[in-house]
Every structure is written in C-alpha cells, then in structure tokens.
C-alpha cells in the first residue's frame, strides 16, 4: 500500500478518457450502464475541451501517481457554481476520498467568488452525504436528460460551508495543541 499523501490538481490535457473511464466504473457500479455517453456535453465526463475551458475547472485526486477520482466545477452565474461530477474510484470508496473532493470543491467554489455551490443531478444513494456536509436537500426529480433516472438536487451556501470548515479545523488545531501539551 502506498502512503503517500493524496494531492489534488487541475486535470491535464490527455486524461479525458482516464477520467470518463472512471465515471464508467462507478456508473457500473450504480445501475447507470448508459455510461457518459449524454453526458458529455454538460461535463460530467469531461471532455479535453471542457478540461481546457474558461467556464469549467476539472480537478484529479491523485495518490501515488494513480487517479483516485475527480470533480468538476461548472460556472452557471457570478454567484452560483454547479458541482457538476464528483467520482471517486471504486476502490477507494470509504476511504475519505469522497469528502475530500467535495471539500476542495467548496474551497475552490469561494476563492473563485461564488456564494452557493449547486448540485443538480447528484446520486440519490449520496443523500446523507451531502446533508452531512451542510448541503440543503432540495429533492427528487427525474432526470431531463435521461429518462427513468431519478436524481438529489441540492445547493450549499459557501459562507456557512466554509464557517463550518473553520471550526472543524479550529477543533483539530485544538484538541491536537491539548495532546501535545
């Protein structure tokens, strides 16, 4: 096993087909075979154009030299990002990864001047996830894009996310000055 810390970077042109490979996977996983096929175009599987473009940011998680997942960012307005892919490996799943994207995903969302982070066509098995992660639940509803899918819809205020972040990571600083005391 590798311990090398994981990083995460901005997708390099080449690495479409490795990431839409990995959408594909957990897709498999999931029931939603289809692929990524319809999806390209909006950016849940990236394409080497929307990995260079001003209105998208796609960023890797990268642990000792493998890709272990990715998330895209896509601008809808000055105020509003949408989050508009977040998969992690399969054989990472449990393992962190997932907060971690979705993490960097809010942090990049504010210092790029949003103030809500929107998740339209999120897995309805992450639910708890993202509630956990202070995202309001907005509902259920079937998918315009494929028929007899049904998907979360979600937004997160950026202001109160990262409040939240502040005081988890003031905590940590905290409770680790305590032991070390």
């Keep these: 096993m590798n311990s090398e810390a994981p990083i995460i970077r901005q997708a390099r042109s080449g690495e479409a087909d490795l990431l839409r490979d990995l959408a594909l996977r957990v ?12 999806e390209v175009r909006d950016g849940e599987c990236p394409t080497e154009t929307q990995i260079r473009s001003e209105y998208m940011r796609v960023f890797v998680l990268e642990k000792g030299g493998s890709v272990m997942g990715f998330h895209v960012l896509k601008f809808q307005s000055r105020h509003e ?3 508009a892919a977040l998969f992690v490996e399969p054989a990472d799943f449990g393992k962190g990864s997932w907060q971690l994207l979705l993490n960097h995903a809010k942090s990049t969302a504010a210092q790029l001047g949003a103030e809500r982070l929107l998740f339209s066509e999120a897995d309805p098995n992450t639910v708890a996830q993202f509630v956990n992660a202070g995202a309001t639940f907005l509902g259920l509803c079937e998918s315009t894009k494929k ?3 049904t998907f979360a819809s979600f937004k997160l205020d950026l202001s109160a996310a990262l ?3 502040q005081r988890l990571q003031d ?3 905290s409770a680790t000055h305590f032991r070390s005391a």
Aim: hydrophobic content about 30%; charged content about 25%; proline content about 0%.
């Design 147 to 149: 028929a007899g899918q």
């Design 27 to 38: 897709k498999l996983l999931r029931g939603q075979a289809r692929g990524c096929t319809e």
């Design 171 to 173: 905590d940590y600083s």
């Design 81 to 83: 990002i949408e989050l």
């Design 163 to 165: 409040l939240h972040n």
